[in-house]
T-cell receptor
Framework: DTGVSQDPRHKITKRGQNVTFRCDPI?????LYWYRQTLGQGPEFLTY????????KSRLLSDRFSAERPKGSFSTLEIQRTEQGDSAMYLC?????????????FGPGTRLTVL | AQKVTQAQTEISVVEKEDVTLDCVYE???????LFWYKQPPSGELVFLIR??????QNEISGRYSWNFQKSTSSFNFTITASQVVDSAVYFC?????????????FGQGTELSVKP
């Protein structure tokens, strides 16, 4: 399978715990995006990377959130001191940016439930 | 600011009916891209189409067709002879050339239910 993969697919945690999600993009893609989707809503942009550089962060990304893409390949999204409001689907997408705009391909998402 | 509005929250049709999903967008940019994605119950967003702001030609792909009208800032999606497998949530999305990161602005989605 050469698509975008995410791990884990589901995560249940207690409020106050830290969680980390992983995203593996399509191998030759240089851009990687994180989105958050709450029930009944469309995905909302959180942050993106061009290779290993994090170039933009949404105001939705509070100080408790941190994302990395250490070698320009896979990425991790960590949420510290989780809150019930963090419960959502976290989607990762990747694209190959050469010139102009290219489609983003999405992974299956990680569904987070904070109790 | 950029915004995408999908006014239809839920649509229910019977198999073989035609159905149109509406999408209205707002942007001040002159160069932008519009998209439709499908999200089946499994959760993964599946890319359907991309349109740039300079190409107003309608497009047909099998049972799917898209009507892009800049005059009304709309990018509607029609499924002809719907099938049960079309049941999903459909999202319209927008990005701009000036949005260098290419982040997508999504609408709220329309949940389509096709009954046999």
């Amino acid at each position: 399978d050469t698509g975008v993969s995410q791990d884990p697919r589901h995560k249940i945690t207690k409020r106050g715990q830290n969680v980390t999600f992983r995203c593996d993009p399509i191998s030759e893609h240089n851009r990687l995006y994180w989105y958050r989707q709450t029930l009944g809503q469309g995905p909302e942009f959180l942050t993106y990377f061009q290779n290993e550089a994090q170039l933009e962060k949404s105001r939705l990304l509070s100080d408790r959130f941190s994302a990395e893409r250490p070698k320009g390949s896979f990425s991790t999204l960590e949420i510290q001191r989780t809150e019930q409001g963090d419960s959502a689907m976290y989607l990762c997408a990747s694209s190959l940016e050469i010139a102009g705009y290219n489609e983003q391909f999405f992974g299956p998402g990680t569904r987070l439930t904070v109790l | 600011a950029q915004k995408v509005t999908q006014a239809q929250t839920e649509i229910s049709v019977v198999e073989k009916e035609d159905v149109t999903l509406d999408c209205v967008y707002e942007t001040r940019d002159t160069t932008y891209y519009l998209f439709w994605y499908k999200q089946p119950p499994s959760g993964e967003l599946v890319f359907l189409i991309r349109r740039n702001s300079f190409d107003e030609q309608n497009e047909i792909s099998g049972r799917y067709s898209w009507n892009f009208q800049k005059s009304t800032s709309s990018f509607n999606f029609t499924i002809t002879a719907s099938q049960v497998v079309d049941s999903a949530v459909y999202f319209c999305a927008l990005t701009s050339l000036y949005n260098q990161g290419g982040k997508l602005i999504f609408g709220q989605g329309t949940e389509l239910s096709v009954k046999p």
